[in-house]
Every structure is written in structure tokens, then in C-alpha cells.
């Protein structure tokens, strides 16, 4: 069984879901893969509780962050655990700024989570030829916390849009699906895509 953390959006673990579902097609039901989803919407907002990353914090502050920290990574491992005690073999997070408490949650969890900056990076590893350029469409927070740049920067130049377009385009584009809205997403978030295309992206 798979155990499915979602719900950071909501849309992205129903994406998850359902392109599971179509990469394990089945002729009868009893063919697809048994997976359990665990929309835990309710998880505090991964970017807001980030802290800043640069420059000299107050003890005050550096209090606050430790704090917000912590009560994601609180509320992760309360879903992290229901799976575990529903007998799923491993965990999957559709989010990537979530893997920003990776490493803390996975040594309080005793079954296996995916990483997925890991597995984008074995992917392109695979796919592609080494110190080309690799473009990255992602939330501030993900970017910010360098999740993919600490595994694709052994290897590759990892690019992202300028801060124009990833402020007009990209995260226009996030909230437009959080809200449903997939079909203008996909064209809002196109100058971004192109931008990567044009600087010769390869992936």
C-alpha cells in the first residue's frame, strides 16, 4: 500500500493520485496499485513557516522561526503516522517546499519517504548530459530553500525565470491551480517556460 501525504495543495495530491493511476493502468480493478491519500489540508503554510535564511536574527526571531518549523514539521509527522499505522509500505509528499522537513521527518518515521528533489535528480542524472542547464519552476519558498539546488548543483546549472517572471508568471500560476483554475494556469504560467526554452534549458 501506498500512503499518499496530501492536501499541501489539495490539487496536487488529486494530480498525484490520478497520474498514479495512469501510469499503473490496469484492464480490471483489481490491477491498479492500493494506495491510500490523506488530504491533510489543515497543515500550517509551508512558505510562511520558513525562516529567513540570511543575515543576523534576533533571539527573538530566530525563536519564532524555530517555532513555525516545528509545527509543520508537527503536523507532517501526525500524517506521516496515521499511514504508517494503516500499514503503508512507504510515503510519498506531492509538495515539493515539504521537503524542506525532509530530514527531520524521515528520521521520526520508521518506513521509507520519497524525496523527490532526490528523484528529479537521479531522473535527470540519467537523462541528461552532465553541467547543462536544468530549469526550475517552483515556489519562492522551494527556491529559497535550495532543496533541488543541493542535489542538481553537483551535476548541473540549475535555472530559474527572472524574479519578473517568476512573480507574474510562476507564482500567478500556483495560486490560479491551488484554486482550481488549471486551464489559465497553463497560460500564465507559458512566458516562464518559454524563458527556460529560450536560455537553452534542456530539461
Wanted: aromatic share 8%; with cysteine.
Amino acid at each position: 500500500m501506498i500512503g499518499i501525504l496530501g492536501g499541501m495543495g489539495t490539487q496536487a495530491g488529486l494530480d498525484f493520485c490520478n497520474k498514479l493511476a495512469i501510469l499503473n493502468r490496469g484492464k480490471i480493478d483489481q490491477d491498479y496499485p492500493l494506495f491510500l491519500l490523506y488530504n491533510k489540508s489543515n497543515i500550517p503554510g509551508r512558505p510562511e513557516s520558513i525562516g529567513t535564511q540570511t543575515g543576523k536574527l534576533s533571539n527573538k526571531s530566530v525563536k519564532k522561526n524555530k517555532k513555525k518549523y516545528s509545527l509543520v514539521l508537527k503536523s507532517l509527522l501526525v500524517g506521516c503516522k496515521l499511514l504508517k499505522k494503516s500499514k503503508c509500505k512507504f510515503i510519498v509528499i506531492p509538495c515539493n517546499t515539504a521537503h524542506y522537513w525532509y530530514n527531520d521527518l524521515q528520521r521520526k518515521i520508521s518506513i521509507p519517504i520519497i524525496s523527490m528533489p532526490k528523484e528529479v535528480f537521479l531522473y535527470t542524472k540519467k537523462n541528461c548530459k552532465k553541467n547543462c542547464k536544468i530549469g526550475l519552476l517552483a515556489t519562492e519558498a522551494t527556491i529559497k530553500t535550495k532543496i533541488y539546488h543541493n542535489y542538481l548543483t553537483r551535476n548541473f546549472e540549475l535555472v530559474t525565470p527572472t524574479k519578473n517572471l517568476q512573480k507574474k508568471s510562476v507564482n500567478r500560476a500556483i495560486q490560479l491551480v491551488k484554486s482550481g483554475n488549471v486551464k489559465k494556469a497553463e497560460r500564465i504560467i507559458g512566458p516562464a517556460v518559454r524563458y527556460l526554452i529560450k536560455i537553452k534549458c534542456k530539461k
